[in-house]
């Protein structure tokens, strides 16, 4: 079936560095790409979309790029602060309805 | 608004008893999505409203489980004859307008566990 892989599954980076999580997704036919934020015990937070007319979207410390020919796309978040430190989920639309999620990256951000 | 409301937040039952979930969705969002979410992944879609209207199923979605949404507002996700791999947290989550790539806003989901 359809799927998005993620990966890392866990990424430790040093407070202030940049940290940047990789999905691909296999339905070539997908136009929508958020990235999910979830701190433990509480409900998935949207942070940043991009849809597949652009290439690269940006907010504040959180950037997504997108390659639509390679099929991947990427959350970047630069100055990492130890409020960061939570399980990340990539996305994307398939079939025009539902959405398929990564398996997650936990991030620690080490002060 | 509050956004997405989700009740119970926690249900413990024993196998083969039905248990019934409650989602709010935010009120002018007019599509709602159910998913299950296991420890350690992603959420799972299970299906989707867009009004009153159920327009997809995922094969996930055994016959023992149902949902509706009677007046295109809540919705209520049911499972019937619940078994252990039933175990799970169960997210609902909302969005506006017709297509499916506007933002969905997510519950804090009910756990469920089955003894």
């Known amino acids: 079936g359809e799927n998005v892989e993620q990966h890392p599954s866990t990424l430790s980076v040093q407070e202030g560095d940049s940290a940047v999580i990789k999905c691909t997704y296999s339905?070539?036919?997908?136009?929508?790409f958020p990235w999910y934020k979830q701190e433990l015990g509480k409900r998935p937070q949207l942070i940043i979309d991009?849809?597949?007319?652009?290439g690269e979207k940006k907010d504040q410390r959180i950037a997504v790029t997108l390659n639509k020919t390679a099929k991947h796309f990427s959350l970047h978040i630069t100055e990492t602060q130890p409020e960061d430190s939570a399980v990340y989920f990539c996305a994307a639309r398939y079939n025009n309805n539902d959405m398929r999620f990564g398996a997650g990256t936990r991030l620690t951000v080490k002060p | 608004d509050t956004g997405v409301s989700q009740d119970p937040r926690h249900k413990i039952t024993k196998r083969g008893q039905n248990v019934t979930f409650r989602c709010d969705p935010i009120?002018?969002?007019?599509?709602l999505y159910w998913y299950r979410q296991t420890l350690g992944q992603g959420p799972e879609f299970l299906t989707y409203?867009?009004?009153?209207?159920?327009?997809?199923k995922s094969r996930l979605l055994s016959d023992r489980f149902s949902a509706e949404r009677p007046k295109g507002s809540f919705s209520t996700l049911e499972i019937q004859r619940t078994e252990q791999g039933d175990s799970a947290m169960y997210l609902c989550a909302s969005s506006a307008g017709q297509g499916g790539n506007q933002p969905q806003h997510f519950g804090d989901g009910t756990r469920l566990s089955i003894l």
């Open positions: 991009i849809r597949s007319n652009v």
């Open positions: 409203f867009q009004n009153e209207a159920q327009l997809e």
């Open positions: 339905d070539s036919a997908s136009n929508y």
């Open positions: 009120s002018e969002h007019n599509r």
